[in-house]
């Protein structure tokens, strides 16, 4: 058993293989997935996506390792690799635990996973993850949207004045944009800040998950607004990873989401998902 990475050539077989391993999505739905990562990895000067698990020749499995950096609330940019839709053929799980060992060697990064399953999880925590959460807050968006403003204000992409955030975080809001997610400005009291959000389905219900915001406080100093903007464009709710819902008494907390976990011993104040499977990852 070795490792071998997914570079660009092997976009087809990959697609194949996670159309096998996670038939939720469409071969068609992973190949644009595919496609994505590719186009992020050579923005960074990289060029794998992850790792395929080889056996006799034959690729048997494989872990997307999705590289970026955290930038928009780290004192110096962190090399982060999210981890995810870690895949091995029947006859081959056991291996699992020593492939993540394998994938997980290099100190200096801090590797995710966002979305493991409950096997996977413990796997996690036995090789060094911690996790970050307990589960998700699912807000009602109908019930928030009656919230007061208070202060704040949604500002659309476009509509952000000059200066008002700096331009490393206005880019991170136009490449989030440009795959899809909800890239906005939250405004409280005349101070803007980022606001990344993804569509979510859950159960059909679709929920919009934040990817970027500086705290859960300035979730709720925006709540109203953030619903309202969120109604217009047709989702029931707004969901956000956290350890209770405290705070927010409209809001409905499940832990049977999957935790945030990650090889970093503390968390953040900041939910910073960016450039993580929750973006280049899309239902179909």
């Known amino acids: 058993m070795k490792l071998?990475?997914?570079?660009?050539?092997?976009?087809?077989?990959?697609?194949a293989l996670l159309a096998e391993g996670f038939p939720?999505?469409?071969?068609?739905?992973?190949?644009?997935?595919?496609?994505?990562?590719?186009?992020?990895?050579?923005?960074?000067?990289?060029?794998?996506?992850?790792?395929?698990?080889?056996?006799?020749?034959?690729?048997?499995?494989?872990?997307l390792a999705i590289p970026s950096y955290r930038t928009a609330y780290a004192d110096q940019p962190t090399r982060i690799v999210n981890l995810?839709?870690?895949?091995?053929?029947?006859?081959?799980?056991?291996?699992?635990?020593?492939?993540?060992?394998?994938?997980?060697?290099?100190?200096?990064?801090?590797?995710?996973d966002l979305t493991a399953s409950p096997s996977m999880r413990k796997i996690n925590r036995q090789t060094g993850f911690v996790d970050h959460s307990e589960g998700s807050v699912f807000i009602p968006v109908p019930v928030a949207a009656l919230r007061a403003g208070r202060g704040a204000r949604v500002l659309p992409l476009g509509a952000i004045r000059p200066g008002a955030l700096p331009d490393a975080h206005i880019r991170l809001l136009e490449q989030h944009?440009?795959?899809?997610?909800?890239a906005v400005a939250l405004e409280v009291h005349g101070t803007c800040h980022p606001l990344i959000l993804t569509s979510s389905p859950r159960r059909r219900m679709p929920s919009a998950r934040v990817i970027l915001v500086r705290d859960r406080q300035l979730i709720r100093k925006g709540l109203?607004?953030?619903?309202?903007?969120?109604?217009?464009?047709?989702?029931?709710f707004l969901e956000f990873d956290a350890r209770a819902k405290v705070g927010f008494p409209e809001a409905m907390f499940r832990t049977e989401v999957a935790p945030v976990q990650s090889t970093r011993d503390t968390a953040d104040e900041a939910i910073d998902h960016t450039f993580s499977e929750m973006v280049f990852l899309r239902p179909g």
């Open 177 to 182: 944009a440009a795959l899809g997610s909800i």
């Open 224 to 236: 109203g607004p953030i619903a309202r903007h969120l109604m217009k464009r047709g989702f029931a």
């Open 4 to 15: 071998r990475p997914i570079e660009i050539g092997d976009a087809g077989k990959a697609a």
């Open 84 to 112: 995810a839709s870690f895949f091995l053929r029947p006859g081959s799980e056991w291996m699992a635990p020593l492939l993540m060992r394998r994938l997980t060697a290099d100190r200096s990064v801090e590797y995710t």
């Open 24 to 63: 939720s999505h469409s071969h068609e739905a992973w190949a644009g997935t595919i496609q994505r990562l590719f186009a992020h990895v050579q923005e960074i000067g990289e060029t794998s996506i992850g790792q395929f698990v080889m056996a006799g020749g034959d690729e048997i499995g494989l872990c």
